[in-house]
């Protein structure tokens, strides 16, 4: 079993709205930077967005900027993405994935999206727009 519990994905119409949820049962995430990530049919998985373990420093990706808000409630051991006006080259699995804080890690600029980076990740959830 995976570390990571993505959830929230499904069905949605263009312009609609949709929040995901990344939990963990054994592992304390107010410990580790949390990313998100997709990857949609016959591509490369990409960063989406990140957060760091405080919530100090988000990131998003150019193509969800200013639509996607990434989120965490340390308190319930969860972390959301929270996405609206979704279009539909958002059609993906969606994956959160969780890294140890380390010097060379950084969440802002063209930081947080290298996949390798990455300690923990779910099993991801789809998220299919389309009318």
């Known amino acids: 079993q995976l570390p990571l519990v993505e959830s929230g994905g499904g069905l949605v119409q263009p312009g609609g709205s949709l929040r995901l949820s990344c939990t963990a049962s054994?592992?304390?995430?107010?410990?580790?930077?949390i990313g998100w990530f997709r990857q949609a049919p016959g591509k490369e998985r990409e960063g989406v967005s990140c957060i760091t373990n405080s919530g100090g420093s988000t990131n998003y990706a150019d193509s969800v900027k200013g639509r996607f808000t990434i989120s965490r409630d340390n308190a319930k051991n969860t972390v959301y993405l929270q996405m609206n006006s979704l279009k539909p080259e958002d059609t993906a699995v969606y994956y959160c994935?969780?890294?140890?804080?380390?010097?060379?890690?950084?969440?802002?600029?063209?930081?947080?999206?290298?996949?390798?980076?990455?300690?923990?990740w779910g099993q991801g959830t789809q998220v299919t727009v389309s009318s």
């Open positions: 054994e592992l304390a995430l107010d410990y580790y930077h």
């Open positions: 994935a969780a890294v140890a804080p380390r010097t060379y890690y950084y969440c802002s600029g063209n930081g947080g999206f290298r996949k390798g980076e990455y300690d923990f």
